[in-house]
């Protein structure tokens, strides 16, 4: 069995895992961001959580070897870490790569990625800057806010730094701007499903804190804001937002202890909080940061 499947991991470098739900237009772009990736051998894997599979002319209208469609028999209930996780069981990759439907890879990105993960083979996961693209009125505030991530996550020391900052701090990364070593995601039992949101900020923090991470400080993926999402209709005191971080937060303290986890919260508060110069609540150079 274990033979199997490290035959299977090696036949592809990235396996690049695309969830959908009525997206026709956008996931085709999507789509077409990796399949003209240069470097790593890959895959797509294009998994659509419309029962009625909306986006499959769209998908098959793309004739590349390398792309795998699924049309799921039923709805995920608005719970991509369902999606994603499916999608990870199935992926011959020996890294994972996980691309919302309206967001492109830049040329050259998942290269990046597996470079640095290559060269760093003790750390778990590697993500880089985002560029906010779209036409809502926060775009602007959405760029200066990734600026401002992508300075705080060049400045992070550790580890532990980068999981306060995940924990406690504003949106530092997207899933799309990361890369996930398959081993180290199936470590840490991969996405949360029982977590409706935020179930992206618990996997990275959780695989950064237990397997270390690699920052590469140029730009990785165009994201979309001002898009129709789950994340975007939350408002101020939603309930899932709360249950999502109660519930992060009695992961980390039954894993890393109490202690751990209320130094980090204090440290975050503190002397952490002055890292950011923008305290918004809404999620240059060419540099590389590692935290063990």
């Given amino acids: ?42 895959e797509v894997l294009v998994f659509d959580d419309d029962p009625v599979a909306s986006a ?44 919302d ?13 597996t470079k640095h993960l290559d060269a760093a083979p003790n750390v778990g996961m590697a993500f880089g800057q985002i560029i906010p693209f779209g036409d809502g009125p926060d775009l602007q505030s959405n760029r200066q806010h990734y600026r401002e991530a992508a300075r705080v996550a060049r400045d992070a020391r550790s580890s532990r730094e980068l999981a306060a900052h995940l924990m406690f701090h504003p949106a530092l990364l997207i899933t799309s701007a990361c890369m996930a070593r398959r081993e180290s995601f199936e470590a840490v039992g991969g996405f949360d499903t029982v977590m409706a949101v935020c179930e992206d900020t618990d996997l990275w923090a959780r695989i950064a804190r237990q397997k270390g991470y690699v920052f590469i400080d140029q730009p990785i993926c165009d994201y979309h804001t001002g898009a129709n999402s789950l994340m975007h209709s ?23 202890g109490t202690l751990e986890f ?18 918004e609540t809404h999620p240059s150079g060419s540099g590389v940061r590692t935290g063990h």
């Fill in 234 to 256: 939350l408002v101020e005191g939603d309930g899932r937002m709360r249950s999502a971080y109660e519930r992060m937060f009695a992961k980390y303290r039954a894993e890393h």
């Fill in 101 to 113: 439907d309206d967001d492109m890879l830049r040329p050259g990105a998942l290269a990046t990625l």
């Fill in 1 to 42: 069995m274990v033979q199997a499947k490290q035959q299977r991991a090696s036949e592809v470098d990235v396996s690049v895992i695309v969830p959908t739900y009525r997206r026709q237009r956008q996931v085709v772009d999507a789509v077409r961001s990796a399949l003209v990736q240069s470097g790593p051998s890959v």
């Fill in 262 to 279: 209320y130094a980090l919260k204090i440290w975050a508060r503190t002397a952490l909080r002055f890292s950011w110069t923008s305290r």
């Fill in 56 to 99: 499959r002319e769209a998908v098959e209208s793309i004739r590349d070897e390398r792309l795998r469609y699924f049309a799921r028999p039923e709805n995920s209930g608005g719970r991509p870490a369902v999606v994603r996780n499916e999608g990870a069981s199935i992926a011959r990759g020996r890294y994972l790569h996980f691309l």
